[in-house]
């Protein structure tokens, strides 16, 4: 099998192994590479970690013969699937394994699916308009931009592509398909460039860029995925195992701060010594809010300029009910909950927490 062409630079590969190292050293360590792609990140752990067993995930059937070509050498240690990552579950469910220790998603495009024209994700290279990362199910982006309602097409150019002049395209797009049907890459690009004014054209690179970006996202439902997989990620995790995102765009990096902060932070009162049980955070973040690229990492990978980077590891839940048990535990009296007006819980010491929440 060939080499695709292009820059398949596994992004930031070390600060990744770095990060998810502790999880991958922990005894029987399953790590799920929830976007293998080419498999580059995927390869580094099974060379790096001989006792790490791999499960890979990618809903495009030719990253994934690229990547079983490419693993081959580790025999039994990888399973790889073709599945939507939010299929997490099921696949775990059918292959036995309980819970995972280390996890990656490198979101987006891969280099394989830029640089085969026919799959028409460029909007430099003419091809048919398709942008389905799994070509065996869904709408294409040629029934989304021949079929859509104006209405439709409006919301998906705003939402997807933050495209504020996303009526004039859909105005433009209209009035071309009553003419004659959409099918090309380079027929979209074109009537992108031409509704945009002359003047917005010279800033922000390729006009057309928004536009492809928001087709991408509705044909392949990229957000609903991420919404539903990253919860499940974290869910599937082992104490102490680990997961790192790396997303490309703001409204994937979005998704994955909500998800990780509501899960690193206290439910319970504040100023006590240790969480209440059920009300501690389950996840401790491993990144101070997005880790942005280096210049030297950007310098070797062009695809890793618009990368952000988060990184977060399950806390051990039994470890902090033991700290909570050896702070107000048997024989020892309990702490008791009050409010401050407007503020959180409160503990007193020697009152009874039970039968007392928060409003
Ligand atoms: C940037 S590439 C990953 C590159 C990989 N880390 C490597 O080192 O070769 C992203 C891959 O994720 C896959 N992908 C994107 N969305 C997916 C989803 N919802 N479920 C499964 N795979 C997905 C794409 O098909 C693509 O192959």
């Known amino acids: 099998m060939g080499e695709p062409r ?10 990744c192994l770095e990060l ?20 580059g990140h995927a390869e580094a752990v099974l060379e790096r970690y001989p006792d790490a067993v791999l499960i890979g995930l990618d809903r495009d059937t ?35 394994i309980p819970a995972i220790h280390s996890g990656l998603f490198d979101l987006g495009v891969s280099s394989l699916q830029l640089d085969e024209a026919d799959r028409g994700f460029a909007y430099a290279q003419d091809a048919p308009l398709d942008m389905r990362m799994d070509q065996s199910r869904g709408v294409t982006a040629e029934e989304v931009v021949n079929t859509y309602e104006p209405g439709d097409l ?14 004039r395209i859909v105005s433009s797009i209209v009035r071309e398909r009553a003419k004659a049907r959409i099918t090309s890459t380079a027929r979209l690009a074109e009537l992108v460039k031409d509704a945009i004014p002359a003047a917005a054209r010279r800033t922000g690179g390729n006009p057309a860029k928004r536009t492809f970006q928001a087709l991408r996202i509705e ?51 504040v100023d006590l010594p240790v969480e209440l049980p059920g009300t501690g955070p389950s996840l401790r ?5 997005s880790e942005p690229p280096s210049e030297a ?23 902090q009910a033991s700290k909570f048990e050896k702070a107000f535990g048997a024989g020892r009296e309990r702490p008791r909950m009050s409010t401050t007006r407007g503020g959180r819980g409160r503990i007193r010491p020697g009152a009874n927490v039970e039968g007392e929440g928060r409003a």
């Open 62 to 96: 030719e990253a994934l013969a690229h990547a079983r070509h490419r693993l081959i050498r580790f025999g039994d240690r990888t399973h790889l699937v073709h599945a939507v990552y939010d299929e997490l579950p099921r696949v775990l469910e059918e292959l036995g």
């Open 20 to 39: 998810l190292d502790p999880a991958l050293t922990l005894p029987g360590a399953v790590h799920v590479d929830f976007t293998l792609g080419l498999g």
């Open 297 to 319: 990492e950007v310098a070797a990978n062009p695809r890793a300029a618009s990368v952000k980077l988060r990184a977060v590891e399950r806390i051990d839940e039994q470890e």
């Open 154 to 167: 409006v919301r998906v150019l705003r939402q997807y592509g933050e495209e504020k002049f996303a009526p």
């Open 219 to 269: 044909v392949n439902r990229e957000l609903e995925a991420l919404e539903a997989a990253v919860p499940a990620a974290l869910d599937a995790l082992a104490p102490h195992g680990r997961l790192v995102v790396m997303s490309y765009q703001s409204l994937e990096d979005r998704i994955v701060k909500r998800e990780l902060a509501a899960r690193s932070r206290s439910t319970g009162p």
């Open 285 to 289: 973040l491993l990144t101070r809010g």
């Open 6 to 15: 292009g820059t398949h630079v596994p992004v930031l590969l070390e600060r």
